[in-house]
């Protein structure tokens, strides 16, 4: 059975940090991508950064140079550095897996399994 559960959102004033982080189990040996998406309210769920089974990584845009990613594989954890935190980076931020390796890193549709969320909100 596979498990996402994220850990580490909180409160913090703009030009705070915070790390989340993933514990996972169970995925499948051939998953391409692990990464983190953000939602909020009536919004679709946005890519953050997803780093793939070569090590790689990708980031939104609005993230780069702010936010790493990273994964111990000994611990089966996978962590979002948060730097440097404006108030828009507010919303819920998922862990996520999936197995496909064509098409965009970032689209939701494309995970296979995800997390239940932790909340992170960022007051100015």
């Known amino acids: 059975q596979v498990r996402l559960v994220e850990s580490g959102g909180d409160s913090v004033q703009s030009g705070g940090s915070l790390r989340l982080s993933c514990a996972v189990s169970?995925?499948?040996?051939?998953?391409?991508?692990m990464g983190w998406f953000r939602q909020i309210p009536r919004k679709l769920r946005e890519g953050v950064a997803v780093?793939?089974?070569?090590?790689?990584?990708h980031y939104a845009d609005s993230v780069a140079g702010r936010f790493i990613i990273s994964q111990d594989n000994a611990k089966n954890t996978l962590y979002l550095q948060m730097n440097r935190l404006r108030p828009e980076d507010t919303a819920m931020y998922y862990c996520?897996?999936?197995?496909?390796?064509?098409?965009?890193?970032?689209?939701?549709?494309?995970?296979?399994?995800w997390g239940q969320g932790t909340q992170v909100t960022v007051s100015s």
């Open positions: 780093i793939n089974s070569d090590g790689h990584t």
């Open positions: 169970g995925v499948p040996h051939d998953t391409y991508y």
């Open positions: 996520a897996a999936r197995r496909l390796r064509l098409g965009s890193w970032s689209e939701y549709g494309l995970y296979n399994y």
